[in-house]
């Protein structure tokens, strides 16, 4: 927010800044990798990726490579900032030159994706909304902020709050599913978590909400592909997490690499300044994503990386990470006239006013290795890590098989239990594996007697992993419980990772179908990024825990559960599909005029269910819980639904009531359902609570065909349960 001091300082230094010095404090580098083959980072990961190198010689070109830092130009003023400076010293290293050794000493902004977790890796933020507490999601983030300004970080390139409903998208592990409601909840929460209500604070950081917008909505699931919807969808559906995040603070947004409706976010005027800007006051500043500026050619909005710079610019993108179109461009746009001048100050007026806000210009060294090292996975963090993990676990099936008991002989199969640096997920840049424990790990910690095997045996010929059914017999023949561990390893998900089939890998059904045959209880944990297809397991598995990848406490978290030590309470926030070609599938659809059902013409597809495998919403736990006595009370502004909630179990737990509400007749057909409030309610065994939601009409509303937000009078439902799919409803007239 603009403060009268900053304002006076800033158009100061505006006044004494040259051409060159204003293009260099738009100007975000990463380290590149000179000594690593000559190549780029990204280079480098591809040659990776494409079997030219090895991850060994890959990550040993890493640790070893010579960083270049660009300090020429940075000496000369032509740096604002860096991407991915991950410790104190080479930060306070680099700092030194620019307030030192630059003509006017404009300290440096240092970001970096801190996603969930810095060093205490905590669960992918898909798996941590699955505990629908804002609480813990602040506190996570407040975590990650002290781990991350201890290493040098200014500024997270986080939350990512893209909406997302088709689990075949790899980054659908990086926010907080298909709701809406919860996405904006969810956000505005991290934003509180990592700026702590003061960003001058030096265990605060800038929070960066990302991607805007819609990138949740790529065409096919397809990583970087087309957005293209209508205006009301655009606005109901996904903006509004965005906009909760502004209001809730963020000093950064990242525009998303995709186009809305034809026009790429990077240089969407509309949406970077009429809505961001204009209508929701966003004062900030704006950081592209990583060479997306330069990408605009290749969309093919753009001539060269001039034209793109320019219209960048005049777009309201203001910092240009990693393309350089700004560096080799913006001085000479502006002295030909083709960008203004007022332009240019703008951005970096909006850059200068994040480095006051963050204190940067006061005390540019927040840190020091000192700090560092006491800071850096303290006992206190893993205990918020590990009680994080287990909020976030879904219990999917349990026939009888769970809680285990103590004196139990564990059978355990899969690599993923044996597998600790998988369990981070993606965007973990600052996990190390020996920080994370296995469920091999925690059973030794707490002297559980347990067999093992990966299961499999070498890849043959072709390359297939080939199931080692002699291991599986024996591990089985020595156990009383199977605990198989499947599901995807860290680099299935996350970006660039899109699958076009999410089933379950065939070798893994074939070790449950193997284990099964055994007649032993077979729990499965699952280990994912997604929602996976997984009919097989539903089916085969006698207990699912859904573990996510749940950080680096995540063998104790998954031990805390299956032995009972805590109640299961997570709730899934994105629909599980029986086939990636139910994808997308979400819970508040539309009706349509022929809902799915026995009749031929009906809509539904030939060879699958009509329904998900596990919709929004759902997960189970070591009780049960009884709804009843749904009342609907009509006041002035709005409805107070009131429910009885019972623990009918032999254990205490901790319950998500869920309130939907659905518009029955409205000018645009409306979802069948739309979660409209939730609360997390501790009940003991036995335990009975009324549980009251009050609903302000003005919440009901949407937008008509030309955009005005209305609430109708006519008939609306309520439902309320522990899961989209299994609710008590009443109607209500307005
Ligand atoms: C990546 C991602 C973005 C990340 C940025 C900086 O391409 O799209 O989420 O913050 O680069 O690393």
């Not at 390893?489 to 179908?513: F, H, V, W, Y």
Request: glycine share 8%; charged share 25%; proline share 4%.
């Amino acid at each position: 927010m603009k403060h009268e001091a900053y304002e006076t300082r800033i158009s100061e230094l505006l006044k004494q800044m040259t051409l060159e010095e204003k293009v260099g404090q738009l100007r975000q580098c990463g380290p590149s990798l000179a000594g690593a083959f000559g190549v780029s980072f990204e280079e480098l990961l591809n040659m990776m990726f494409d079997g030219k190198i090895s991850r060994e010689e890959f990550e040993r070109q890493m640790s070893t490579a010579e960083q270049d830092f660009h300090e020429e130009d940075l000496r000369a003023g032509r740096i604002g900032s860096y991407n991915g400076i991950g410790d104190a010293a080479t930060a306070n290293r680099l700092q030194k030159i620019a307030v030192e050794e630059t003509r006017l000493g404009i300290p440096l902004l240092f970001g970096c994706d801190v996603i969930h977790g810095f060093r205490t890796v905590t669960p992918i933020p898909l798996a941590e909304a699955c505990s629908f507490e804002p609480e813990l999601w602040e506190k996570t983030a407040r975590v990650a902020a002290r781990e991350a300004t201890a290493a040098g970080v200014h500024m997270t390139f986080a939350p990512m709050v893209d909406v997302a409903k088709d689990a075949r998208w790899g980054r659908v592990c990086e926010g907080a599913g298909e709701d809406t409601m919860l996405a904006s909840l969810y956000g505005a929460a991290k934003v509180r978590g990592f700026q702590n209500g003061n960003p001058g604070a030096k265990d605060s950081m800038a929070a960066c909400v990302k991607h805007f917008a819609g990138y949740g909505a790529v065409e096919a699931g397809k990583d970087y592909n087309r957005v293209d919807m209508s205006m009301q969808r655009f606005y109901e559906e996904y903006l509004p997490p965005y906009e909760a995040c502004v209001k809730a603070g963020a000093l950064a947004v990242m525009p998303a690499f995709n186009d809305i409706n034809g026009i790429p976010c990077s240089v969407n005027r509309w949406l970077l300044t009429d809505v961001l800007r204009d209508k929701w006051g966003f004062d900030g500043m704006t950081i592209s994503d990583s060479n997306a500026i330069a990408e605009c050619v290749i969309h093919g909005i753009a001539e060269d990386k001039a034209d793109a710079a320019a219209q960048a610019l005049a777009a309201g993108m203001d910092m240009d990470m990693a393309s350089d179109c700004y560096h080799e461009n913006l001085a000479a746009l502006v002295e030909s006239g083709v960008v203004k001048e007022e332009d240019l100050n703008r951005a970096v007026a909006d850059v200068l006013r994040v480095k006051f806000e963050l204190g940067l210009f006061d005390c540019p060294y927040r840190t020091d290795t000192a700090r560092e090292q006491a800071e850096l996975l303290k006992e206190e963090y893993r205990g918020i890590a590990r009680e994080a993990a287990c909020k976030s676990m879904v219990l999917l099936k349990n026939e009888n098989v769970l809680p285990l008991q103590k004196e139990v002989r564990l059978g355990i199969v899969g690599g993923l239990a044996d597998a600790p640096d998988e369990m981070v997920g993606a965007w973990a840049i600052g996990a190390r594996g020996e920080d994370c424990v296995s469920i091999l790990d925690a059973c030794r910690s707490r002297n559980v007697p347990f067999s093992y095997t990966a299961g499999l045996k070498e890849c043959n010929a072709d390359g297939k992993a080939e199931v080692d059914r002699e291991a599986l017999t024996r591990v089985a023949e020595e156990s009383d419980v199977l605990l198989l561990a499947i599901g995807e390893q860290k680099n299935q998900s996350g970006e660039a990772a899109s699958r076009a089939d999410i089933t379950i890998a065939p070798e893994q059904l074939e070790m449950l179908s193997v284990l099964k045959e055994s007649g032993k209880p077979v729990a499965v944990v699952l280990f994912n990024g997604r929602p996976l297809a997984m009919p097989g397991v539903a089916e085969a598995a006698d207990a699912i825990l859904e573990a996510w990848h749940p950080g680096v406490e995540a063998g104790n978290a998954v031990l805390d559960i299956l032995f009972g030590e805590v109640n299961p309470s997570g709730k899934l926030v994105m629909t599980f599909p029986y086939a990636a070609g139910q994808c997308p599938v979400y819970y508040a659809h539309i009706n349509t005029g022929r809902p799915g059902g026995r009749g031929k013409f009906t809509s539904k597809y030939l060879d699958t269910p009509l329904v998900p495998l596990y919709p929004f919403g759902y997960g189970l736990s070591y009780t049960t819980y009884e709804y009843s006595n749904l009342k609907v009370e009509q006041q002035e502004e709005a409805a107070t639904v009131s429910v009885i909630v019972k623990n009918t179990g032999k254990t205490d737990g901790e319950e998500t009531v869920q309130c939907y509400f659905r518009d029955v007749t409205a000018k645009r057909v409306r979802p069948v359902k739309q979660l409209i409030d939730f609360e997390k309610i501790a009940l003991k065994a036995g335990e009975e609570r009324e549980v009251r939601f009050v609903i302000p009409y003005d919440k009901l509303g949407y937008l008509d065909m030309e955009m005005n937000y209305i609430v109708e009078e006519g008939w609306f439902e309520v439902s309320v349960g522990g899961s989209s799919a299994d609710c008590l409803t009443e109607r209500f007239e307005l």
